[in-house]
């Protein structure tokens, strides 16, 4: 019984690991998918199983490594959006968007899938699934529209400014990523049972 608690903690931190690796991976490849000037967001699915497996706090975590490799990206100028932002225009802005949408992304589909799965756990995956992507989303559009508003006027050259932000900045994007969950929520659903086993 006393080596139950020591193996539970070394299998969280394993799989914490192992899908912290796998977002890095599907980040960095996810800079040559792009629809308009950001790429595509591929790691959400193992943000939302570790959130599901580990719990809400496992979530933001990992919510937080997404956002840590969106930065360095952009640092390193695979992601020339992201660089634009980071460089002379608001570092601060920047970094808050990056890290804090995934942050709280991971957080609340930790959330919801825990409110939700007791019922039904694919309900939890699906809503989960929902909830990833629409707070990424809505957390950069609202980070663009208070740090970056400037920026995204000359952006949008002379198009509505919710237009632009709506179909030109975040729409293809968004609903790739709601597309790819959804489309993968069966399949989460199975990955998350398996993982609870153990």
Not at 31 to 40: E, L, Y
Not at 105 to 123: H, S
């Amino acid at each position: 019984m006393s080596n139950a608690t020591p193996r539970k903690g070394l299998r969280r931190k394993t799989g914490l690991a192992l899908f912290s690796a796998i977002i890095v991976v599907l980040q960095v490849l996810s800079n040559f998918v792009r629809f308009g000037p950001f790429p595509i967001t591929l790691a959400l699915a193992p943000i939302i199983i570790g959130a599901a497996v580990y719990g809400s706090s496992a979530g933001a975590l990992l919510g937080g490594v997404f956002g840590l490799v969106v930065l360095l990206t952009g640092i390193i100028g695979w992601d020339g959006g992201t660089v634009m932002l980071l460089m002379g225009i608001n570092a601060f802005g920047c970094i808050l968007i990056c890290i804090g949408k995934g942050v709280l992304a991971g957080w609340l589909a930790g959330l919801v899938y825990r409110l939700l799965a007791k019922k039904k756990e694919l309900i939890g995956v699906v809503v989960a699934g929902i909830v990833c992507p629409v707070v990424n989303t809505g957390l950069f559009i609202l980070g663009m529209l208070t740090f970056f508003t400037s920026t995204l006027e000359s952006w949008a050259s002379g198009q509505g400014m919710i237009y632009f932000v709506l179909f030109g900045l975040a729409g293809v994007n968004f609903l790739v990523e709601l597309a790819v969950n959804l489309v993968l929520s069966s399949g989460i659903t199975s990955i998350i049972k398996y993982a609870k086993k153990g």
